[in-house]
């Protein structure tokens, strides 16, 4: 079984993904943070694996758009990257001839 790595490169950048206890924002409890100022994902430490797998994917999705400078107001991204960070990670689990050929080098 995979386990969460440790790092994850967006861009020119090096995210450490740190698992913690407990992740929270302006005083609110959350799965999943993304400091793109710190160059860091947080992820709740006690969750079942495969909400991590798609908190992961949503906080990187943020990094993604950080990285890229969004022009999308926070709101609108947040509830874009909700929607799709779970949709996007079953397409790519559903189909993983898909996700051969978008990763191969050749």
């Known amino acids: 079984m995979a386990e969460i790595p440790k790092s994850v490169t967006i861009g020119p950048h090096k995210y450490t993904i740190l698992r ?37 994917l949503h906080e990187v999705m943020h990094a993604l758009a950080a990285n890229g400078g969004s022009p999308i107001p926070d709101k609108m991204e947040e509830k874009f990257v909700t929607v799709m960070a779970p949709a996007l990670l079953q397409v790519l689990r559903d189909n993983p001839d898909l996700l051969k050929f978008l990763i191969s080098q050749s």
């Open 20 to 56: 913690c206890p407990k992740v929270v924002d302006q005083g609110r409890d959350l799965n999943g943070e993304c400091d793109p100022d710190e160059l860091v994902i947080r992820l709740r430490k006690y969750m079942r694996r495969s909400m991590s797998r798609e908190i992961l």
